[in-house]
């Protein structure tokens, strides 16, 4: 039985428009979509925040989708593959068709909150509009890997939260080459002591600094966070992917990330 939680992101709500003069209408046909989030609109209808694989995350009118005999109401559901047709102009499109795509168990209990995580995430950095297929086929992944965990404890959920958060930071061009010196692109060297700057990326440092990690960390970190079992490199990837993430959100802590740290010291 599905776990009714909802963490809604702080997010401003987009405002259906009148469409302007002159302007074609989209049409897109069968797209994979997940929903994000959903707000109530007008009395029967719903306003959608979808993240689309082709068009990036959007604003969905799916009218009629509140009432009892709508078939929209088994199908827009959070962590649930769908695929959607859609028209319209300007900032919201209206739904027209969508469909349960299948093949995934829904979320409950902790990976439900992992899921509304890797939400937050999305809706907190992601622009509207801004195609990244690479990270919808992450955050598919992501949801399927929490799908097949129900029962699984913080920590084994880690290594899918990691996967997740290099995704994101690699296709929005927020990770910094860690295997070269951002100033000067000279190699990192396995057993010298580096810093990693959001913006400057990898620099030299002082065994001593606060910050210091060994470059060989930096480059086993290269490719992705570790598999599991390999408990310090875990760690060194959490604590790389919360600087990184604390600085593009502005230092804004994520009502989703503070409930997985006060629950389960995620």
Known sequence: MRTELSVEPAAVRPVPRAPRRGVSVERVQEEPIYVLHSYPWKETSLLLDVFS?????????AKGAKR??????AVLLGFQPCHASWSG????????RAEWAGGLAPLSGLPLLCGFYFNELLVRLLAREDAHEGLFDAYHAGIAALAQRPHATAGELEPVLRSFEFSLLRELGFLPDLHLEGATSEPVLPDAFYRVDPDHGVSACSASDALAVR????LALREGPPAEGDVALARAAKTLMRSLLHYHLSGQMLRTRQLLIDLHKL
Not at 89 to 96: H, I, Y
Not at 215 to 218: A, C, H, K, Y
């Open 89 to 96: 102009r300007g900032e919201v499109r209206t739904l027209t």
């Open 215 to 218: 470059g060989e960390v930096l």
């Open 53 to 61: 694989r082709r068009h990036g995350r959007l604003a969905l009118v």
């Open 68 to 73: 009892p005999t709508s078939a929209l109401r």
